[in-house]
């Protein structure tokens, strides 16, 4: 058994690849907010790629952590010099090992937060990306909104107060360079939300206007905040995945990453400092990100949670089980062809026929053990830039809402806390308590959740939508999901 660090990496087996390339000779031109199982799958994968092609060492990436929970991340990045093994999985079961060294260094915010405005400060840094979810931006799903009433906002903007915040490190570390003279980095994010690179424009102009008002004028006018659209399914670790890499490859990893075989970035080209040479190591550099955006998250998105809720309620736990399940994976297709599809723009150089059924045969998969559960955190941000965009376009058209109206039904049975055999469901959202309190109200109030506005906005209101819902959750209740998915089904035919 090989421990996981740098002087252990020579003797690591000749079935797993290892960097080649001079780590102690890195740089750190990117500086990234949120080192989850995603962003190592994924853009750390990318860089490490690009550092593999030896031309240029000055990408390296600075890890940051703001929350509690990142103290884990910090401790067992510094036991293994910031390395972690990845393990991508083919459907047919194959699967291929590789320790990414992309990694530099790690800051953990709380521990020392002059170090974090230091390194944003820095000339060296020249791009600054996100993975904080759809949450951490703090925009209002409803009005676009930035929300300065935010407790931890309203710390941060305190006088004299250190920054805790994403933003608030960001916005001073901005602060800096503009006194020093030193260009603007680049804010990319990487998060599954429309317009990304627009919500994260909208979340950091905002706090600095009102932290100080010329500093934030300063950064819409100068700041770059590409798009993107990313699209790699990260389950996250577990002991069995700790046990896999452990057992199939011999090295000790405390935080391995597990991913499905399949990679898709697609990024704007707006930077103001420079970027690596993504081209080459696989990424899809575009003038226009959105029509690919709308695809992933209209399809892939949001059949993640159109799947989710009624497969939770008829007693699934994994996606593959669901998508292996007929009634299911037609609900899944239909959805996507008849409601999502012709919500969305030409997508250059994709068949989408042929992306819905390689969404299927991905979902489908057995080598990724990925839970329904994952899918449902902090549904109430998901759904509404997910799944309720389709809603709103199709009532514009005149198109059918019945699946997405059977989804957002589905959503609220679950929210009542059991399955349809009675087993407990742990609801975990950033608006746990409104949610489960409006979904308990549809008994003598039908329609309660589509009241929330902070999740539904005006959409609630719509008579169509409203009456399908309510049609659809009464079928749940009477018949269970699987009936209701062949009322539908027959409906259709």
Known sequence: MVRLNSSTLSTIGQTVAVPHYNRTAITTGIVHFGVGAFHRSHEAMFVDRSLSAGVDLTWGICGVGVLASDKKMRDVLADQDNLYTLVVKHPGGAAEARVVGSIAEYLFAPDDPEAVIAKLAHPQTRIVSLTVTEGGYNVNDATGEFDGTNPAVLDDLKDGAVP??????????????REAGIPPFTVMSCDNIQGNGHVARQALTSYALLKDPSLGEWIAANVSFPNSMVDRITPATTDASRAEVSSAYGIDDEWPVVSEAFEQWV???AFTLGRPDLESVGVQVVADVEPYELMKLRLLNASHQAMSYLGMLAGYE???EVCQAPLFRQFLLDYMTLEATPTLQPVPGIDLEAYRHELIARFSSTAIADTLARQVVDASERIPKFLLPVVRAQLASGGPIEHCALVIAAWSVYLEG????????????VRKDVLTKAAHAEATSPGALLDLTDVFGDLGTDARFRAAYREARATLLADGSVGALRALALARD
Not at 164 to 177: D, Q, S, Y
């Open 418 to 429: 059991s399955t349809e055999s009675g087993a407990p469901i742990v609801v975990t959202d």
């Open 267 to 269: 990024l704007e080209d």
């Open 164 to 177: 805790a915040t994403v933003f608030g490190l960001i916005t001073e570390g901005l602060r800096r360079r």
């Open 318 to 320: 994994y996606v593959h």
